[in-house]
């Protein structure tokens, strides 16, 4: 009868770890994954280029969302960050309390000409569950709610005009938030680039993997070589 119980106790011991190496977890806990000393200096924001164009976007955990955009053709950096908030400079732990106001967030700087902001818009999209009120799958909180900054009227219709387009993938209502752009704040340096730096994770397996294949498949067309 043993084996009969060997697929229950998997999926339970999967579980059990996944939540114990998810999102919201500290430095600490974090470090077990790697035996480099966890880095939790603030990361700094690139200087804007000449013809470039920046924005930022909250879709559930920040690793995912910051890989996704790394693939996307005239993207030239992702950082992962905090937004939406009321605290100046908040900590990892900090936003995580849900109490900040904070999403996780990341900030984009792209070129127009090759990417332009409708298209960046359908991949930010493309790469989670804009259904999903205040959460993303296992990750559970305000922190992780699908939101969308806008730095001027023109934007803010393309947003909106965005949304029209991803809702005919869903049944569900998108509950994306629009809010006009007032400050990022860049995260942790071990967040930045944390899905190709811990390919070994299970939350990267289990939950950051499947969005990022899913992302692959929709936006293959606006993908680097």
């Known amino acids: 009868m043993c084996p009969n119980y060997l697929p229950l106790f998997t ?5 059990v770890n996944l939540a114990m190496s998810g999102c919201n977890q500290a430095p600490t806990t974090a470090s077990r994954e790697t035996t ?7 990361a700094t924001l690139p200087s804007l280029r000449p013809g470039e164009a920046v924005a930022t976007f909250g879709g559930g955990c920040f690793w995912a969302v910051e890989e ?4 996307l053709k005239g993207v030239r ?3 992962s960050g905090y937004a939406g908030g009321d605290l100046d400079y908040p900590t990892y732990e900090q936003v995580g309390t849900d109490q900040t106001g904070h999403a996780e967030a990341v900030q984009v700087y792209y070129d127009p000409a090759v990417m332009p902001y409708n298209v960046l818009l359908d991949a ?3 790469g989670h ?28 219709a393309a947003i909106e005009a965005a949304i029209k387009r991803e809702s005919t993938h869903h ?3 998108i509950v994306t938030q629009v809010v006009p752009f007032k400050a990022f704040y860049p995260a942790e340096m071990y967040h930045q680039d944390y899905y190709r730096q811990h390919p070994y994770s299970l939350y990267i397996h289990l939950v950051s993997e499947p969005k990022v294949d899913k992302f692959r498949e929709r936006m ?3 993908l680097t070589d």
């Open 77 to 79: 950096a992702v950082v």
């Open 124 to 126: 930010f999209f493309a």
């Open 129 to 156: 569950d804009a259904t999903q009120l205040n959460r993303q799958g296992p990750d559970i909180g305000k922190h992780y709610r699908s939101i969308v900054f806008f730095r001027n009227t023109v934007e803010k």
């Open 11 to 15: 999926i339970l011991f999967l579980l």
């Open 68 to 71: 996704e955009m790394r693939l």
């Open 36 to 42: 480099d000393v966890v880095d939790t200096r603030l």
């Open 171 to 173: 049944k569900a209502p």
């Open 220 to 222: 293959h067309n606006w």
